[in-house]
Each structure stands twice: as structure tokens, then as C-alpha cells.
């Protein structure tokens, strides 16, 4: 299968910064969509930022002109800039990535998400 791995997590003080990264591994073909998802306590998991594979992007309301997200398609890689961050920014952020992978001599569709990485807008 295709693993995601995300770093750069922490705790910042209202108004700073934090770059989070997604590195996906595995027999990878291809990566379509990459994506970060956060969810806060008591709330459902919602969508923050995706990038297509030509390096097209959107953005949730509530993080445009802050937050920026970009792909190193060399290295498998989606990163997250988090900009001017605020409290309501506290969350768990999840990367999701689809693509094809190898499997033996089958190529297959995969659709990952990673563990989660801890953000914590706090003074």
C-alpha cells in the first residue's frame, strides 16, 4: 500500500507559523490529489487545502490569504504553510493523497490518509 507520513506539528502562539509535511512512500505510479484535512475536538473533519498533480489549488474560507499549500512531486511530498495562525486553527491535521500503485505487476487505485499530526494555537 501507499503510507503518508506527516511532521511538523506543535504548539505556536497565536500569530505564528508552522509548515507541516506529507511524505507518501511506497510502489507509487502516480499521485493525482494531494490534500491536508484537520478535525478539532467535538467536529467533524473538514477539508483545509488540496493540490492537483498540475499544482492547482483551493482552500477552505476560513484559512485563504494564511495558509498555503504546495507539492514537491520528486519527492512525493505536499507540505502546508500555516501563516498568521489562531486559536480556531487548533486541530489534528490529516494529509490525504490518491494516486495508482504498484502491486506485484498489478497497478491499483490507492487512496491514503496519514495518522494525523497535532497543531496548537495557544499563549
Known amino acids: 500500500q501507499v503510507q503518508l507520513v506527516e511532521s511538523g506539528g506543535g504548539l505556536v502562539q497565536p500569530g505564528g507559523s508552522l509548515r507541516l509535511s506529507c511524505a507518501a512512500s511506497?510502489?507509487?505510479?502516480?499521485?493525482?490529489?494531494m490534500g491536508w484535512y484537520r478535525q478539532a475536538p467535538g467536529k467533524q473533519r473538514e477539508l483545509v487545502a488540496t493540490i492537483t498533480s498540475g499544482g492547482s489549488t483551493d482552500y477552505a474560507d476560513s484559512v485563504k490569504g494564511r495558509f498555503t499549500i504546495s507539492r514537491d512531486n520528486t519527492k512525493n511530498t505536499a507540505y502546508l504553510q500555516m501563516n498568521s495562525l489562531k486559536p480556531e486553527d487548533t486541530a489534528v491535521y490529516y494529509c490525504?493523497?490518491?494516486?495508482?500503485?504498484?502491486?506485484?505487476?498489478?497497478?491499483?487505485?490507492?487512496?491514503?490518509w496519514g495518522q494525523g499530526t497535532q497543531v496548537t494555537v495557544s499563549s
Open positions: 511506497g510502489t507509487i505510479i502516480s499521485i493525482n490529489g
Open positions: 490525504n493523497a490518491d494516486g495508482r500503485w504498484r502491486n506485484g505487476n498489478v497497478n491499483r487505485p490507492f487512496d491514503s
